[in-house]
């Protein structure tokens, strides 16, 4: 499976939208996109996924570059309970594994 | 409907001992994850059941974790003679794996907490 990068850390204000990166240079044709948010000691928890179309569901919207080298998840009105870890993991559909990395720790700053 | 539940939601142990941890995964889910999580770092692949396949076990750290699934359903996970560094927060995961769609989503259960003294 493809490596993700994704910044350690970022800030968004309440209400705004957060747009949070992820870079996945070396991915296949047959990798899928996914994002998972971790909220302090919880489970993770499912966002949204993709192959190379953009995807939008009631949670975020996921755009997916051409070259599907990297995309971007968007909260587009982010309330303080956002506040998580958000993982990007590429997989192909047949894997049985996710590599989750460690994230980037979104804080939604009142 | 219930979701994915885990036992004991902490545990205290002393180095040299053996703990089990449980995953009850939802009902009708085919495939089993367990993940371990130590402080401040990302998910850490364990072990992998499917349905009557063998498991995948290429994440365990050494031969003193071992892991079962009986009946298609409940799952322990066994740390035998723990050690500090297996301190760290254990997290099971089920899917329902469907054939045709591209994507199982998997759902956590809430982790055990174990601490190694």
């Known amino acids: 499976d493809a490596k993700t990068t994704q910044p350690p850390s970022m800030d968004c204000a309440e209400g705004r939208a957060a747009n949070l990166p992820c870079n996945h240079s070396?991915?296949?044709?047959?990798?899928?996109v996914y994002w998972y948010r971790q909220i302090h000691s919880q489970g993770p928890q499912y966002i949204i996924h993709?192959?190379?179309n953009n995807e939008t569901n009631e949670m975020a919207s996921l755009i997916i570059t051409e070259d599907r080298k990297s995309s971007t998840l968007i909260l587009p009105h982010a309330t303080l309970r956002d506040t998580a870890v958000y993982y990007c993991?590429?997989?192909?559909?047949?894997?049985?594994?996710?590599?989750f990395g460690t994230g980037t720790s979104l804080t939604v700053i009142p | 409907g219930a979701g994915v539940s885990q036992s004991p939601s902490n545990k205290v142990t002393e180095k040299g001992k053996d703990v089990e941890l449980r995953c009850d995964p939802i009902?009708?889910?085919?495939?089993l994850y367990w993940y371990r999580q130590s402080l401040g770092q990302g998910l850490e692949f364990l072990i992998y059941?499917?349905?009557?396949?063998?498991?995948?076990k290429s994440g365990l750290p050494s031969d003193r974790f071992s892991a079962e699934r009986t009946g298609g359903s409940v799952s322990t996970l066994t740390i035998q003679r723990t050690q500090q560094e297996d301190s760290a927060v254990y997290l099971c995961?089920?899917?329902?794996?469907?054939?045709?769609?591209?994507?199982?989503?998997?759902?956590f259960g809430p982790g055990t907490r174990l601490t190694v003294l």
């Open positions: 009902s009708g889910h085919t495939a």
């Open positions: 993709g192959l190379k």
């Open positions: 995961a089920s899917s329902l794996v469907r054939r045709v769609a591209a994507y199982n989503e998997q759902f």
């Open positions: 070396t991915i296949s044709g047959n990798e899928y």
């Open positions: 059941f499917q349905g009557n396949s063998a498991p995948d």
């Open positions: 993991i590429v997989r192909a559909y047949t894997g049985n594994q996710f590599y």
